[in-house]
């Protein structure tokens, strides 16, 4: 009889990569994880052009955003031609003068309107303009005074919408008044506003026509001015106390506090690229215009969109504190416990989305982040079955959330301090597992469940 005993079959290649195959099923979990997080991306941009288009309707009704272009003098003068038959044809054409000074001072009183659950910014705005114009030099552009209609020499008010207008505006031009009219004869520099007829002889022209006028506008979210005047001087004020300065000119001044902001600008003529007059079309001001953006203080849709940027970091960060548990635990985590903890992770940014729009994002974090711990470290206690490696796992959720919060508080340095964070945490992982014998734990995972 052979007393000889047979040698144990040599494992198979799973047999012993039996961890490197299980890390490769939680990478590939990881990214299939990244589908539902995608289309979460997809809800926020969904909701966020919901509320697009709850703004677009109240403004719609108020006042849209509001760019005011002007004063603007404009003389029509007859041009004469021939055409083809020798005949005499004469047309008209339309010279553009723009002011020497002009003065902005207003007040802006911004008010918060609902449309359902969103909240939209709209604001009403009591302004005053004042300034001149100086010597109208038509030798310049070659007009002969005798061609000019003097009788319809008129100014005009770009005004993006005139639905904000709230009372007649009348202007004082030198010792007359007059009224400003809706629309314009030409749209060769402004394309939608007011316009008033003004009096100018031809033995005046060198003259400085003075003026004066008060306007009242409701608009949404901005108010920009053009910088027309050779020298424009815009002063604002509000008890917004969250602006933001936009446009092609910052304030040269500004206060802002919470009980509101000042600002004051000083253009000159030198700073844009158009000239002091011209004739029909020639230039375009467009581009040049200023002011102030009144911005809501949080934005809980560019937050939550941030923050699903960091989702692909809490997955790879959760799941791979769950396999270093299950490998030096020695206690056996199933894929689809894996995709359940995922889950978990995933529903966060739908409870931040959701909640965010009743309750502001801060609040709503917190909520969101406290609701979906609470539910991991729970299924976490019976899936390990060890109360310290399901604290540590707790743990660091409070501290991966956390950590989320303020970089999304620091919108300046968040890339900074997100990359150090992702960082440490490399360099966490690294120090913790530098000593495992990864091939001995596999062959020793094998024992066990022989």
């Given at each position: ?197 003004v009096p100018i002889r031809p033995d005046s022209v ?174 976490a206690r019976y899936v390990l079955q060890n109360n ?63």
């Amino acid at each position: 009889m052979n007393n000889e005993q047979t040698p144990p079959p040599a494992p198979s290649f799973y047999e012993s990569n039996v961890v490197f195959i299980k890390a490769l099923v939680v990478g590939f979990l990881i990214l299939a994880l990244l589908i539902p997080t995608a289309m979460i991306s997809g809800l926020i941009s969904e909701r966020e052009s919901t509320q697009q288009f709850a703004t677009q309707e109240v403004s719609s009704k108020w006042g849209e955003r509001q760019t005011l272009t002007g004063l603007v003098l404009t003389l029509p003068y007859y041009v004469y031609a021939r055409d083809t038959a020798n005949r005499l044809i004469r047309t008209v054409e339309y010279a553009h003068f723009l002011p020497n000074l002009l003065n902005i001072k207003g007040k802006i009183q911004p008010e918060k309107r609902y449309r359902g659950i969103f909240e939209v910014v709209v604001y009403k705005s009591d302004l005053q303009f004042s300034g001149n114009f100086k010597n109208l030099e038509l030798a310049k552009l070659n007009i002969d005074p005798k061609d000019v209609i003097w009788e319809k020499a008129f100014v005009g008010l770009g005004i993006s919408d005139l639905r904000g207008v709230k009372e007649q505006v009348k202007i004082k031009w030198n010792a007359s008044e007059n009224l400003f009219n809706a629309g314009l004869e030409t749209n060769n520099v402004i394309e939608a506003g007011i316009s008033a007829n003004v009096p100018i002889r031809p033995d005046s022209v060198s003259q400085t026509f003075d003026f004066r006028f008060d306007l009242k506008l409701n608009g949404s979210y901005w108010l920009y001015f053009a910088p027309v005047g050779k020298e424009t001087i815009v002063d604002v004020s509000s008890d917004w106390a969250s602006p933001s300065f936009s446009g092609a000119f910052l304030p040269d001044d500004r206060q802002v506090s919470e009980k509101g902001f000042t600002a004051h600008w000083k253009i000159l003529h030198l700073n844009r690229n158009f000239p002091q007059q011209w004739t029909n079309n020639s230039q375009n001001i467009t581009g040049s215009s200023f002011g102030v953006d009144l911005i809501l203080p949080a934005d809980a849709y560019q937050q939550t969109t941030r923050s699903v940027k960091y989702a692909i970091m809490f997955l790879a960060l959760t799941f791979t504190v769950f396999f270093f548990m299950e490998v030096l635990n020695g206690k056996f985590v199933h894929p689809i416990q894996y995709i359940l903890v995922g889950l978990a992770l995933c529903i966060f940014y739908v409870l931040l989305l959701s909640l965010s729009e009743h309750l502001g994002f801060s609040m709503a974090y917190w909520l969101a982040s406290g609701a979906v711990v609470s539910l991991i470290t729970f299924y976490a206690r019976y899936v390990l079955q060890n109360n310290l490696l399901t604290g540590v796992l707790s743990g660091v959720l409070l501290i991966l959330y956390a950590f989320l919060f303020v970089i999304l508080q620091l919108e300046d340095y968040s890339l900074l301090f997100g990359s150090i964070g992702l960082f440490l945490a490399l360099a966490l992982v690294m120090f913790f597992s530098r000593k495992i014998d990864w091939y001995k734990i596999g062959l020793e995972r094998l024992k066990k469940q022989d």
